[in-house]
């Protein structure tokens, strides 16, 4: 059998997907299996993963919709199922997945939008559930292809790492002598700006005003990360919290962001691909949530708090092609604007110091 995984919405909705990627291998340990990605960070975890035979990238943002449409042809009737990894509600997804022509092409049938995105074209759906996790949902489609009832636990997910890159996270530690704190916190300020994502970032100063808690508590470290694109966001914490026991983590890749991560001991992040990285590295993670639905996204078998205001509207982010918005009269975004650097202090205190 050969399958073609469709992993096209991102870092963590791909990080989402190994744990159901195992299962699928085990299940049916003959398949060849490959993943059409859009990402260089996707492609980078894929290749790593034993799952995997090839790994197609095409940027679908930036490519003509002449090369993308030759691309996606030059790989039809070579797959007998597709999977649509979850989430994937737009028509583009599911057009990709049609024109592979695999026999079997498996994705969700979504409570909003569904149809206006085509979902349609897929010729075996499982109907989408607001309680279940990323990772179950995915599990699911898993389940729909073999017949087999998958027994929990669910395994983690998957993010292997090299010798080579775990040496330079050692590096790192001891080049900014980090190893004498008790408590090193990774900070991740950053997320996806896409379709007005940016609302879900806890504010800067609020990130600073908890950094300087979070020192003064003493013997503790913050380490700031960010992709290239968040250079100034992570300097603009950096500056503001003015410290010797500040440091930003400037680095080649996802992977070697992803070592220096493995060696802290809390990692504090907004709703972002650096959350699900996080809880590949089985770290404990603090992460900022606001107007998405946690079943979503949670961190994934590891130690976790949830900092959210649970506010009477929330969640109102389901996955769709729209724009994130924010319906409230009074305050909008209320849910990440008035989360405070001491309600996220107070959640994090113990959490901290816990075995």
């Known amino acids: 059998m050969k399958i073609l995984i469709i992993a096209l919405s991102g870092i963590g909705d ?17 398949a060849e299996i490959d993943a059409m990605v859009m990402y260089s960070g996707v492609k980078d975890i894929y290749s790593r993963l034993p799952q995997i035979t090839n790994v197609y990238l095409h940027d679908f943002l930036k490519k003509s919709k002449a090369e993308s449409f030759k691309f996606v042809i030059n790989l039809q009737k070579k797959y007998d199922v597709s999977i649509n990894v979850y989430p994937s509600n737009r028509k583009e997804y599911n057009l990709i997945s ?35 996790h990323n990772v179950e949902t995915n599990i699911k489609m898993v389940e729909c292809l073999t017949g087999n009832k ?20 050692d590096t790192f ?7 004498t704190f008790k408590n090193i916190i990774g900070f991740h300020p950053g997320c996806s700006t896409l379709k007005n994502h940016i609302n879900r ?67 504090i992040t907004n709703d972002s691909s650096l959350m699900h990285v996080a809880s590949a590295m089985n770290l ?17 078998n590891t130690g976790h708090k949830i900092c959210t205001l649970n506010l009477e509207c929330s969640p109102c982010f389901f996955y769709s092609p729209k724009p994130l918005n924010c319906s409230r009269q009074d305050v909008k975004y209320k849910c990440i604007k008035e989360l405070s650097a001491d309600f996220v202090f107070k959640e994090i205190e113990g959490f901290m110091d816990a075995k």
Do not use: H
């Open 14 to 30: 791909a990080l989402m997907f190994t744990p159901a990627l195992k299962i699928l291998k085990e299940q049916i340990p003959d």
């Open 284 to 300: 404990k993670t603090a992460a900022i949530i606001g107007p998405t639905n946690t079943n979503y996204i949670r961190p994934w």
């Open 150 to 169: 998958i027994a929990q636990p669910f395994p983690g997910l998957m993010f292997p790492l090299k010798s080579e890159e775990l040496q330079f996270a």
């Open 173 to 179: 530690f001891s080049d900014y002598n980090l190893n």
């Open 201 to 267: 970032r806890w504010e800067p100063a609020k990130f600073v005003e908890l950094g300087k808690k979070l020192i003064s508590a003493g013997n503790t470290c913050i380490l700031i990360f960010g992709g290239p694109d968040e250079s100034a966001l992570k300097s603009e914490i950096y500056n503001g919290i003015n410290s010797g026991k500040c440091f930003e983590v400037n680095v080649k890749n996802l992977a070697e962001t992803a070592a220096v991560m493995k060696k802290c001991s809390l990692f």
């Open 98 to 132: 049609f024109l592979t022509g695999a026999g079997k092409r498996i994705a969700v049938s979504y409570k909003r939008q569904g149809f206006r995105n085509l979902e349609f074209l897929n010729n075996i759906r499982i109907e989408e559930n607001d309680n279940f």
